[in-house]
């Protein structure tokens, strides 16, 4: 089955400046791969996602890269604001399980004044 | 249109009682999702319910959770004899399918429980 690790757990980065996360996923069939965003006390919803196709998917300030060879895909913010501050979550699809998404065990964003 | 809704948002049981946590899907979803996420921590997998496939229980930390779908629509997550430890916020989300194109998850605002 799929595994999903994320890194890292806690980052904190000044406004304004750039943030990065990274998943790694263990399935070289996976063809899709989210990013959730969840602030406190909120529901995760999901902010962009990127399927096997492509390199690279671009929303305003918000992006998403994937490296198939490598297995791995990140999440770029840039220009960090304070309403960027929360809990970032990657996933990625394990078809062994039905195509249920397998979760990032999460990235606690920080964005200092 | 309406999105997952859950009910009761919050919870307040004494030890020992059973609890009954309900979800609505969005309208056509298929697939349905429980999980469990403790203060300040990830989202842990319950049950995955799809379609009329039988529902992935691998996640169900005791067999005193259990889950049923009815209908193919609303989902109850019913916990027996809560523990402590059973205090978290359930969450909810469906999804269009599980397979094919759209993978998206839309969670519900989810159920905070307290067991005291």
């Known amino acids: 089955g799929e595994n999903v690790e994320q890194h890292p757990s806690t980052l904190s980065v000044q406004e304004g400046d750039s943030a990065v996360i990274k998943c790694t996923y263990s399935d070289s069939a996976s063809n899709y791969f989210p990013w959730y965003k969840q602030e406190l006390g909120k529901r995760p919803q999901l902010i962009i996602d990127i399927r096997s196709n492509v390199g690279e998917k671009k929303d305003q300030r918000i992006a998403v890269t994937l490296n198939k060879t490598a297995k791995h895909f990140s999440l770029h913010i840039t220009e960090t604001q304070p309403e960027d501050s929360a809990v970032y979550f990657c996933a990625a699809p394990d078809f062994d399980s039905n195509y249920q998404l397998i979760w990032g065990a999460g990235t606690k964003l920080i964005i200092k004044p | 249109g309406a999105g997952v809704s859950q009910s009761p948002s919050n919870k307040v049981t004494e030890k020992g009682k059973d609890v009954e946590l309900r979800c609505d899907p969005i309208?056509?979803?298929?697939?349905l999702y429980w999980y469990r996420q403790s203060l300040g921590q990830g989202l842990e997998f319950l049950i995955y319910f799809q379609g009329n496939s039988a529902p992935d229980k691998s996640g169900l930390p005791s067999d005193r959770f259990s889950a049923e779908r009815t209908g193919g629509s609303v989902s109850t997550l019913t916990i027996q004899r809560t523990q402590q430890e059973d205090s978290a916020v359930y969450l909810c989300a469906s999804s269009p399918s599980g397979s094919g194109s759209s993978y998206e998850q839309y969670f519900g605002p989810g159920t905070r429980l307290t067991v005291t």
């Open positions: 309208s056509g979803h298929t697939a």
